[in-house]
Every structure is written in C-alpha cells, then in structure tokens.
C-alpha cells in the first residue's frame, strides 16, 4: 500500500463539507453504503460523527477498517478519510 500525505489531504480536505453524517443510529450497513458510494466518487470525504468521544473513535476506526480507507484526521465530530479510487 502506498504512502498516503495527510498533510496536503488535510489541507485539501479544509474546504469540504461533511458527506455522510452518522447520528442516533450509530454505524450501520446503510451508513457503510453511503460512505462506499462517497469514497469511491470523491476519493477523500468529511464524515460527522453525532456520538461521545469514545464512540466517535471505535466508529472512525470502523469505518477505515470496513471501507479499506486511510484516517487523515479527527476533529470533534469531524472525521476525514481517504480512500484511493478502484482501477477500472
């Protein structure tokens, strides 16, 4: 696996609005789904996290663990992550 810059991810990553939002809920299937169809058309998406701080860890760390994507930065609620895009 290649070596991910999260320094210019973060940077580029400032701009972006949150894509999937995960709330009372927690982390589903559904949820998966919709961060799968974000990271493979987007490459590096913002994701809210409605849920206590440790919580919000053990989600983010699912999260990459389930969709084979990098964790470039967690702030608050904000989670950012990167996934390169499949090979057609």
Known sequence: MQTV???KFKAQAHALNPVVMIGHA???AAVLAEIEI???SHELIKIRIR???EERKLISE???QDSGATLIQAI???VVVYRPKPKN
Request: contains cysteine.
């Open 38 to 40: 974000a990271l493979n």
């Open 62 to 64: 699912k999260i990459c």
């Open 26 to 28: 927690g982390f589903t």
């Open 51 to 53: 849920a206590e701080r």
């Open 76 to 78: 608050g609620q904000i």
């Open 5 to 7: 810059d999260k320094k």
